[in-house]
């Protein structure tokens, strides 16, 4: 496997479900971002991990739980969501973030929550 | 703060002519710009970037952009479309600590 893998690539769940999304990164990367994609909306950043610590998180409703418990896996806890939580997850990785960015990101191709 | 504006959420070429993709960045200090594309189905790709080098940046797939500080500019070029490059398109900001900024994206239609 090369690159960022993201699994499942798509899920649906009830709104009182728990489910969690997997990213895994192997580039050797020391920090790992997800991203929620809407449609007719700009990407928007939910959480940001440097050297497997939290070091961004943009306002996210507590539905949505990040563990990052090594630098090359992440994952996004979901529970209780809802309807308007339908949307894609992305998962980048960048060699590190802070002090001498900017770096590029890579990215994984997403998973399709959809929450009924 | 930083932002971007794309200013077309829409553009269609037709095969084997020139792709112009524009987009206006606001910024307090010289940024770092991208360009992103996201074919149907899958992740983002990095096409190209601008770290304040050479202000002309040549990128994958025979796409270009120029950084233009006067005009706040920093539009994506081909000099002739092919059918594969159908996709979204997104310019992006990144601010100092490395968070990037999208801009809502452009689709590019190729027509045969």
């Known amino acids: 496997e090369t690159g960022v893998t993201q699994t499942p690539r798509h899920l649906v769940m009830g709104m009182t479900n728990k489910k969690s999304l997997k990213c895994e990164q192997h580039?050797?990367?020391?920090?790992m971002y997800w991203y929620k994609q809407s449609a007719k909306k700009p990407l928007e950043l939910m959480f940001v991990?440097?050297?497997?610590?939290?070091?961004e998180n943009n306002s996210v409703p507590s539905r949505f739980s990040p563990e990052c418990p090594n630098s090359s896996h992440l994952f996004l806890h979901l529970h209780t969501l809802q309807p308007e939580d339908s949307a894609l997850y992305l998962c980048?990785?960048?060699?590190?973030?802070?002090?001498?960015?900017?770096?590029?990101?890579?990215f994984g191709p997403g998973t399709r929550l959809t929450v009924t | 703060a930083q932002s971007v504006t794309q200013l077309d959420s829409h553009v269609s070429v037709s095969e084997g002519t020139p792709v112009l993709l524009r987009c206006n960045y606001s910024?307090?200090?010289?940024?770092?710009l991208f360009w992103y594309v996201q074919h149907p189905n899958k992740g983002l790709q990095l096409l190209l970037k601008?770290?304040?080098?050479?202000?002309l940046v040549k990128g994958i797939n025979g796409f270009e952009a120029e950084f233009k500080k006067s005009e706040t500019s920093f539009h994506l070029t081909k000099p002739s479309a092919h059918m594969s490059d159908a996709a979204e398109y997104f310019c992006?900001?990144?601010?100092?600590?490395?968070?990037?900024?999208f801009g809502q994206g452009t689709e590019l239609s190729v027509k045969p």
């Open positions: 991990y440097s050297l497997e610590e939290r070091v």
């Open positions: 910024s307090s200090y010289s940024p770092s």
């Open positions: 601008y770290t304040s080098a050479a202000t």
């Open positions: 580039l050797g990367h020391n920090a």
């Open positions: 992006v900001v990144s601010d100092r600590r490395g968070k990037l900024i």
């Open positions: 980048a990785s960048s060699q590190d973030y802070g002090a001498g960015a900017p770096y590029e990101q890579y």
